[in-house]
């Protein structure tokens, strides 16, 4: 069956620091992938996505980039800020509805001031 | 409504109690999924309405757990007899239909669940 793997956390950076949360995943066909943030106290809020093989997605200074050869999509942000401290969920979906997303267990990131 | 509504944002039962959990989903949206999110355990998806259509159960972890739709619009997920390990954040979700590989999957803020 589908599944996705992500670095597990906590994660501690400093302000400004690059960051990179690695997932990668297996599933049948041409599944569509997805970085899901949980906020302190909030739901799961869409991050971004990619559709097919070789598609960035990107937000708030956040990128990943569907690697169809290494079954990857690590998210990457060159300069992290506080606001970023939160638990970030790498998914996918396989399409057909029934099984939604299949999600990794999540990352804890702090930045620390 | 303007996003994934879930009422009540926190609930705690004792042992035995049966529980109730209602989501109201986006309005237009026919696909309705709800998960849990255990500590430690990233989230497991429980079960898939898509319309009229026969929801997709396969998620539940025990026939204490059931859920229904009503009018295709708002669901309400139940818990018989409440455990301790059912202590969880029930999230529910919606997308415009059922095959969301090219729909994003939005969801609320999630019930927070304790059993004591």
């Known amino acids: 069956g589908d599944s996705v793997t992500q670095m597990e956390g906590p994660v501690t950076l400093s302000e400004e620091a690059f960051l990179t949360i690695n997932c990668t995943y297996t599933?049948?066909?041409?599944?569509?992938l997805f970085w899901y943030v949980q906020y302190p106290g909030e739901g799961l809020q869409l991050l971004l996505k990619?559709?097919?093989?070789?598609d960035k997605g990107s937000n708030k200074g956040f990128e990943a980039t569907y690697r169809k050869e290494t079954t990857s999509f690590h998210l990457e942000k060159g300069s992290v800020q506080v606001s970023d401290s939160a638990v970030y969920f790498c998914?996918?979906?396989?399409?057909?509805?029934?099984?939604?997303?299949?999600f990794g267990k999540g990352t804890h990131l702090i930045i620390q001031p | 409504g303007a996003g994934v509504s879930q009422s009540p944002s926190n609930k705690v039962t004792e042992k035995g109690k049966d529980v109730e959990l209602r989501c109201d989903p986006i309005?237009?949206?026919?696909?309705l999924y709800w998960y849990r999110q255990s500590l430690g355990q990233g989230l497991e998806f429980l079960i898939y309405?898509?319309?009229?259509?026969?929801?997709?159960k396969s998620g539940l972890p025990s026939d204490r757990f059931s859920a229904e739709r009503t009018g295709g619009s708002v669901s309400t997920l139940t818990i018989q007899r409440t455990q301790q390990e059912d202590s969880a954040v029930y999230l529910c979700?919606?997308?415009?239909?059922?095959?969301?590989?090219?729909?994003?999957?939005?969801f609320g803020e999630g019930s927070w669940l304790t059993v004591v």
């Open positions: 998914a996918l979906s396989s399409g057909g509805g029934a099984d939604g997303l299949t």
């Open positions: 979700a919606s997308s415009l239909s059922g095959a969301p590989a090219g729909n994003t999957i939005y």
């Open positions: 599933a049948t066909g041409y599944p569509s």
């Open positions: 309005s237009g949206h026919t696909a």
């Open positions: 309405f898509q319309g009229n259509s026969a929801p997709d």
């Open positions: 990619a559709t097919k093989a070789d």
